[in-house]
């Protein structure tokens, strides 16, 4: 299970941290991702981790604003998220798949946090 929280409202330029908790599966045997979808858009790919934190992946038009990092003792993923304008305005969903799959497939989600940046 993957309980997401830290959205909220924030200002266009500042700052919000999401976490994402899992609990009921070995949280290190998993690539953990964000995902967000917006209203009347489909979901997209934010950024994703791999199972040690070593490596990390991100949308093209989101690097140098997003990190993504995690804590294996704490079971949790974290996106900090800077420099917010509008577009980020969406309901953010993290993800998770095994460390070992090869399709891409994303075998559990959050139920999501919505994230809206006023102007």
């Known amino acids: 299970q993957l309980q997401a929280s830290g959205g909220g409202l924030a200002q266009a330029g500042g700052s919000l941290r999401l976490s994402c908790a899992a609990s009921?599966?070995?949280?290190?045997?998993?690539?953990m991702g964000w995902f967000r979808q917006a209203s009347g858009k489909e979901r997209e790919f934010v950024a994703t981790?791999?199972?040690?934190?070593?490596?990390?992946y991100y949308a093209d038009s989101l690097k140098g604003r997003f990190t993504i990092s995690r804590d294996n003792a704490k079971n949790t993923v974290y996106l900090q998220m800077n420099s917010l304008n509008s577009d980020d305005t969406a309901i953010y969903y993290c993800?998770?798949?095994?460390?070992?799959?090869?399709?891409?497939?994303?075998?559990?989600w959050g139920q999501g946090t919505q994230v809206t940046v006023s102007s």
């Open positions: 981790i791999n199972w040690s934190g070593s490596s990390t």
């Open positions: 993800a998770a798949r095994s460390r070992t799959d090869n399709t891409g497939r994303y075998d559990y």
């Open positions: 009921g599966l070995t949280f290190s045997g998993y690539t």
